[in-house]
Nanobody, 109 residues
Framework: QVQPVESGGGLVQPGGSLRLSCAAS????MAWYRQGPGKQRELVAA???????NYADFVKGRFTISRDNAKNRVYLQMNELKPEDTAVYYC???????WGQGTQVTVSS
């Protein structure tokens, strides 16, 4: 299976926004995970092929996962970012358990 490719990370001030993008191969069940410094990798949000979503409690109301099936892309819109959101964000093809290489998000003033 083709590895997902993430993009859109960077440095942002607290309270700011970023949109991450994941290029996938086909319409799959997808998810975003993150791994902060010294922490375990954790689920952020997931989206099924039909578009149903679920979120970790710590991002509810701030992050939105979406998909564009025509472009085979999954997005993570992140608003009201906090320093504790600093992490490497990974895209996971859940259908075949294939991880992307990750994109760094740093929230700092």
């Amino acid at each position: 299976q083709v590895q997902p490719v993430e993009s859109g990370g960077g440095l942002v001030q607290p309270g700011g926004s970023l949109r991450l993008s994941c290029a996938a191969s086909g319409v799959k069940n997808m998810a975003w995970y993150r791994q902060g410094p010294g922490k375990q990798r954790e689920l952020v949000a997931a989206i099924s092929t039909s578009g149903s979503t679920n979120y970790a409690d710590f991002v509810k109301g701030r992050f939105t996962i979406s998909r564009d099936n025509a472009k085979n892309r999954v997005y993570l819109q992140m608003n009201e970012l906090k320093p504790e959101d600093t992490a490497v964000y990974y895209c996971l093809d859940r259908s075949y358990n294939v991880w992307g290489q990750g994109t760094q998000v740093t929230v700092s003033s």
